[in-house]
């Protein structure tokens, strides 16, 4: 596999749910994001690993808990979501551990919380 | 607040004209500047990134930078269909921050 994987690449769950997103990176990167993405809205930036440590938290609701156990990989836990919380999910790796070479995105996790 | 403003279009242009793509932000100490093509239901793919004033080209794309104006363009020559999606300006603001415009949707019609 090369690039950026992301599984699954959909998914529905009910608001009392729990479930978890995974990426991963074979570009030897070091730095892992996720990104929400809603219809007619910028992406907004939700957490950003560098070197596996957790470098950046954009106010985001604790009902979304990231996880990366190393630099190829990355995770994000879900539970108890609500309807709004429903859109596109991408994780993107860069090189330089500070976005300034651009990023590299996953295919997405199209979520849909009923 | 940090922002990075597109109009939204829909940008339609005929098959084989310039498209051409628009972009401001607002932190003046932003280094690096790119463009993501996203089709639909697909995600984000990088095609330009430029980081000094002046023009940068690549291919049939063109990246316009100008940092007085806090400006950025995208210049798409001979457009053809398959360049129907919608583009995204990014500006990397540093401290792991890139921000993100909302994108412009491009029509090329054959």
């Known amino acids: 596999e090369t690039g950026v994987t992301q599984t699954p690449r959909h998914l529905v769950m009910g608001m009392t749910n729990k479930k978890s997103l995974k990426c991963e990176q074979h570009l030897g990167h070091n730095a892992m994001y996720w990104y929400k993405q809603s219809a007619k809205k910028p992406l907004e930036l939700m957490f950003v690993y560098s070197l596996e440590e957790r470098v950046e938290n954009n106010s985001v609701p604790s009902r979304f808990s990231p996880e990366c156990p190393n630099s190829s990989h990355l995770f994000l836990h879900l539970h108890t979501l609500q309807p709004e919380d429903s859109a596109l999910y991408l994780c993107?790796?860069?090189?330089?551990?500070?976005?300034?070479?651009?990023?590299?995105f996953g295919s997405g996790t199209r979520l849909t919380v009923v | 607040q940090k922002e990075v403003e597109q109009n939204s279009g829909p940008l339609s242009v005929p098959e084989g004209a310039i498209a051409s793509l628009n972009c401001t932000y607002s932190?003046?100490?932003?280094?690096?500047f790119f463009w993501y093509r996203q089709y639909s239901g697909k995600s984000p793919e990088l095609i330009m990134s430029i980081y000094s004033n002046g023009d940068k080209e690549d291919g049939r794309f063109t990246a316009q930078l100008n940092k007085a104006s806090q400006y950025v363009s995208l210049l798409i020559r001979d457009s053809q269909p398959s360049d129907s999606a919608t583009y995204l300006c990014?500006?990397?603001?540093?401290?792991?921050?890139?921000?993100f415009g909302a994108g412009t949707r491009l029509f090329v019609k054959a």
């Open positions: 993107a790796s860069s090189g330089t551990g500070t976005g300034g070479n651009g990023y590299t």
């Open positions: 990014a500006v990397d603001t540093g401290g792991f921050k890139t921000i």
């Open positions: 932190d003046r100490g932003s280094q690096s």
